[in-house]
């Protein structure tokens, strides 16, 4: 099982508050933790990541595994009520470089009007997003986090289909 909290993780550092996040934390479990994306995915990508620093989804605990579905699903629905999105990529990365690194989930919406820009959906869009580079504004991001705080404390029976 691998270490509570990893200085120099980006993850880490970013949810211990040691690098500076966009929109803060948006809400957190005994084992979780959701943040806005801080990547060229634009504003509405979520990263849903383990609060303990953890390398491998093989690695998380029964605990951490039970949280996990139900948590992505509420984390889906907030994105989809927000900015009704044609679709929500869930995605794992785990890479930081060719090395493994803290796990985390990216959420990213996606509309159909990305194929004027885009040649193709799924990983293609986003490896043409990262190469473009192109960071949603701080602003936009702050509010959607707000949007997102509030309505991830909700009961889970008032987001989606929770």
């Known amino acids: 099982m691998a270490d509570a909290n990893v200085d120099g993780c980006l993850a880490c550092d970013l949810s211990r508050g040691r690098q500076n996040l966009p929109g803060g934390q948006i809400y957190a479990t005994e084992h979780w933790v959701i943040e ?44 989809e009520s927000l900015i009704e999105p044609d679709q929500v990529y869930v995605c794992l990365w785990s890479h930081a470089g060719w090395t493994p690194g803290h796990i985390h989930f990216v959420l990213q919406p996606s509309w159909n009007r990305y194929q004027e820009e885009h040649a ?31 309505m991830m ?10």
């Open 120 to 150: 193709k959906p799924g990983p293609s869009l986003q490896v043409d997003m990262l190469e473009k580079n192109e960071l949603p504004p701080r602003d936009e991001v702050a509010a959607f986090a707000e949007q997102a705080r509030k």
């Open 36 to 79: 806005h994306c801080i990547g060229p995915f634009g504003v509405g990508a979520l990263i849903v990541k383990p609060l303990r620093h953890c390398l491998h989804v093989s690695d998380l605990t029964t605990e951490e595994a039970a949280e996990l579905g139900p948590l992505l699903q509420r984390a889906t629905s907030v994105i």
């Open 153 to 162: 404390t909700k009961t889970p029976a008032g987001i989606g289909n929770g």
